[in-house]
């Protein structure tokens, strides 16, 4: 099982990108549930957004109404579109996918990461 994070890059404040997670490997890609963490500098890993089989999104509070998670089954993939990136979005962020795809997706301990990619946001 390999998941491919990319889209990750240096922008302004301000400013958007748009982040992809391509799963290879999960059979029945559509039980699963897909997450996207990030880690800062000195700071603890926090999950951003999730997305459960059932198309049940989560969002932490510092990104609603900026970020937003969707999925497509047909290409294995799940993006995260970050708009109006502040600089404490400045992490690097990683996907996750576990077949607990039912479940309420932030408390879902996930079994598959991928490598990380990084998201520089700075003037």
């Known amino acids: 099982v390999q998941l491919q994070a990319s889209g990750g890059g240096l922008v302004q404040p301000g400013g958007s990108l748009r982040l992809s997670c391509v799963a290879d490997g999960l059979q029945h890609y559509d039980y699963y549930a897909i997450a996207w963490y990030r880690q800062a500098p000195g700071k603890e890993r926090e999950v951003v957004s999730c997305?459960?089989?059932?198309?049940?999104?989560h969002y932490i509070d510092s990104v609603k109404g900026r970020f937003t998670i969707s999925r497509v089954n047909a290409r294995n993939t799940v993006y995260l579109q970050m708009n109006s990136l502040k600089t404490d979005d400045t992490a690097v962020y990683y996907c996750a996918a576990d077949r607990a795809g039912g479940s309420y997706c932030p408390f879902i301990p996930y079994e598959h990461w991928g490598q990380g990619t990084l998201v520089t946001v700075s003037s």
């Open positions: 997305i459960n089989n059932a198309d049940a999104t």
